[in-house]
Each structure stands twice: as C-alpha cells, then as structure tokens.
T-cell receptor, first 112, second 117 residues
Framework: NAGVTQTPKFQVLKTGQSMTLQCAQD?????MYWYRQDPGMGLRLIYY???????DKGEVPNGYNVSRLNKREFSLRLESAAPSQTSVYFC???????????FGPGTRLTVL | AQTVTQSQPEMSVQEAETVTLSCTYD???????LFWYKQPPSRQMILVIR??????QNATENRFSVNFQKAAKSFSLKISDSQLGDAAMYFC??????????????FGGGTRVLVKP
C-alpha cells in the first residue's frame, strides 16, 4: 500500500514549456486535491475532484488544468509555465468528501 | 473566507521538554474541523491530530494534544516529551463543514520546531 504517489519528484522547465504532474492513490479514495506550497507559506488549493468525473477550482487555479483520469489518478497540467509557478506541488486524497486528507511526497518545480 | 494565523515562525525546545504552538482562525461557521500537520525535511505532509468543532473534549494522540478554545477561535498544539524526530514544520489547518461547498483545507503559514539534544 503505497498511499499517494507523485511523479516526478523534481522538474525544471523553461518559461512557456508545458508539463503534467501525475498523482495516483491506491487507497480507493473518492476525493483528490492539488496544492501548491510557496517558500515560507502554507499550502494553497489549486483544484480538487470530489469524486470521479468531477473537478472544481480551488483558491489559485489560474494557469493550471486538471484531469481526473479514473478513481486512482488525478493529473495537474501547466500549459505554459511561468516563473510564478515555481513551487512545491502536493497531491492529496481523502476517502470521502468530508474526510481527512492524506498527502503525497510533493514535486519540486522550478520554472526558469 | 476563513483565515488561519500561526504567529510563531519558529520555536525551539529541549529534548524531553514540552512546547506549545499557537494557532488562531477566523470563521463565521459553527461546524468545522481543525488539523495539525507535520512537514519534516522530506516535505511529506503528515497528519498529527484533528479536532471536530462540535466536540468539547480536546483531541489527544500519544504525546500530542490540543487546546481547543472555540469561543476564542484558538487551536494550540502541545508536544510533550519532545523527541529529535519531532523537528519539522507544523501547519495548522481549517476545513469547512461537510455540508459546505468543498472539502477545502485552509493552512496557516507554519511554525518551525527545532529540537535541541
């Protein structure tokens, strides 16, 4: 039982490049989330998926898109990366809508 | 919108001693959840403890306990018998009630805990 896994662990992009961050969970959780953490700050919600087939914007969705591929996987895409998107990205999941969230190990993204 | 404030950027504690981290929040809701998460250097976010607002009894998990003061909107974390492995960033987080739209966590800015041997 790996919990929540994220790939890649590190990534460096140039401004304007695109990439997709992958997240998968093997706990049969219904809800999944994407957060970003900037230096010295707490996490901020980018997008979430309350259940398979649904996605909604969080606090800071601009510049991102998401796909809930199936119950296990929830990807985050940067179409045209900007230096302001340099951050650590965390994926999380929870059994249900109102349950405690469990986090992945994070992806450190640098945009030059 | 809810806000969460952690006023202590860094706290230092001697091994085996006790340290208390403060957290205050602002909300107009009566039903909500509060959490403390630990983030060690590995960056993984680990749930330490959670508190339901409707429960008057303070939550406890082994050496970790909270002091929940609903009227004062205060939610402090006490770490007893501190161990070297407790060194990490600690984040206080607020979550809206299940009936509200979304299961969104709002985080405070974090408190770094240093443990001295």
């Amino acid at each position: 039982n790996a919990g929540v896994t994220q790939t890649p662990k590190f990534q460096v992009l140039k401004t304007g490049q695109s990439m997709t961050l992958q997240c998968a969970q093997d706990m049969n959780h219904n809800s999944m989330y994407w957060y970003r953490q900037d230096p010295g700050m707490g996490l901020r919600l980018i997008y979430y998926s309350a259940s398979e087939g649904t996605t909604d914007k969080g606090e800071v969705p601009n510049g991102y898109n998401v796909s809930r591929l199936n119950k296990r996987e929830f990807s985050l895409r940067l179409e045209s990366a900007a230096p302001s998107q340099t951050s650590v990205y965390f994926c999380a999941s929870s059994p249900g809508w109102a349950d405690t969230q469990y986090f992945g190990p994070g992806t450190r993204l640098t945009v030059l | 919108a809810q806000t969460v404030t952690q006023s202590q950027p860094e706290m230092s504690v001697q091994e085996a001693e006790t340290v208390t981290l403060s957290c205050t929040y602002d909300t107009s809701e009566s039903d909500y959840y509060l959490f403390w998460y630990k983030q060690p250097p590995s960056r993984q976010m680990i749930l330490v403890i959670r508190q339901e607002a409707y429960k008057q009894q303070n939550a406890t998990e082994n050496r970790f306990s909270v002091n929940f003061q609903k009227a004062a909107k205060s939610f402090s974390l006490k770490i007893s018998d501190s161990q070297l492995g407790d060194a990490a960033m600690y984040f206080c987080a607020y979550r809206t009630s299940p009936q509200a739209a979304g299961n969104k966590l709002t985080f405070g800015g974090g408190t770094r805990v240093l443990v001295k041997p």
